[in-house]
């Protein structure tokens, strides 16, 4: 245990020490995923105004609170995609990682989890420029702040379980690109990236339940915009561990079988 835990640790200091290297590259990539819930934003807040004032259980500070804190969620999940593993195969990388003695994901995992602690703080400075423009309505309670700062690095680990499978899918093609559209396309409708899960027509949400993708984006999101109960906290991070440990096991699972398959090519 101690080895993965200096593992982590030294990963993380290295993708932090990296990332604050480029701080201009990396503000300037916020200012980039700024834009989506800002169009998402204006165009719901429309229609609430349109609607007497609310749309879904959203008032238009509702909406506001929601893709603000959605702009951070978003951040803490980026995860290595299956393009990553594309590349660890097309450049010989996999060969040289498979010479170490834990499992690429773990190398994922901590360096990106090193990368989140630059971009959350350099997001402060933006979330509180949005809050300036648009004044959103947030009234968390203290088991929500809490249950929040679990959930986003739960979504996290769910996403890359998620990608890590997709990317693993490289071990027998190359290209994966169809495949990862695929899910893209899924997570945007049922994950609440687009438009809170409250909008969708009832059998969209009942759907969206059983699957992965609304426990990265909504649930973290609404645990701390929304009015849930305590049940549907801790029922939420219930999911969240749940579809952590099936991405584990089919990680765990599809490694076992495709290392088996795996030849190098480069260019």
Do not use: C
């Not at 409708?189 to 609304?214: D, E, N």
Request: no cysteine.
């Amino acid at each position: 245990m101690k080895r993965y835990i200096d593992f982590y640790l030294t990963s993380m200091k290295i993708a932090i020490l990296e990332q604050i290297q480029y701080r201009a590259q990396n503000y300037f990539y916020l200012v980039g995923v700024v834009v989506e819930p800002t169009i998402y934003l204006v165009v719901w807040s429309t229609i609430a105004n349109q609607q007497g004032g609310s749309v879904g259980g959203y008032t238009a500070g509702g909406l506001a609170a929601y893709y603000i804190v959605w702009t951070l969620v978003r951040q803490m999940n980026v995860v290595f995609t299956p393009y990553g593993w594309e590349n660890r195969i097309q450049h010989g990388r996999l060969s040289m990682e498979l010479m170490r003695p834990m499992h690429p994901i773990h190398t994922d995992v901590s360096y990106f989890a090193g990368w989140k602690m630059v971009m959350i703080v350099f997001w402060f400075p933006l979330a509180a420029i949005l809050t300036l423009i648009f004044k959103p309505t947030l009234n968390p309670t203290w088991l929500q702040i809490i249950v929040f700062f679990i959930a986003i690095w739960g979504a996290y680990l769910v996403r890359t379980m998620i990608f890590a499978v997709l990317g693993l899918i490289t071990l027998w093609t190359t290209r994966v690109s169809a495949i990862f559209e695929l899910s893209f396309a899924l997570e945007m409708v049922l994950s609440g990236r687009f438009v809170p899960m409250t909008l969708m027509p009832a059998w969209v949400q009942h759907i969206a339940y059983y699957l992965p993708f609304q426990w990265t984006f909504y649930f973290p999101i609404n645990a701390l915009v929304g009015q849930p109960t305590p049940n549907q906290l801790f029922t939420g991070l219930g999911m969240q561990l749940f579809w952590i440990l099936i991405g584990l096991g089919l990680v765990n699972l599809i490694w076992h079988f495709g290392i088996r398959r795996f030849s190098s090519v480069g260019n």
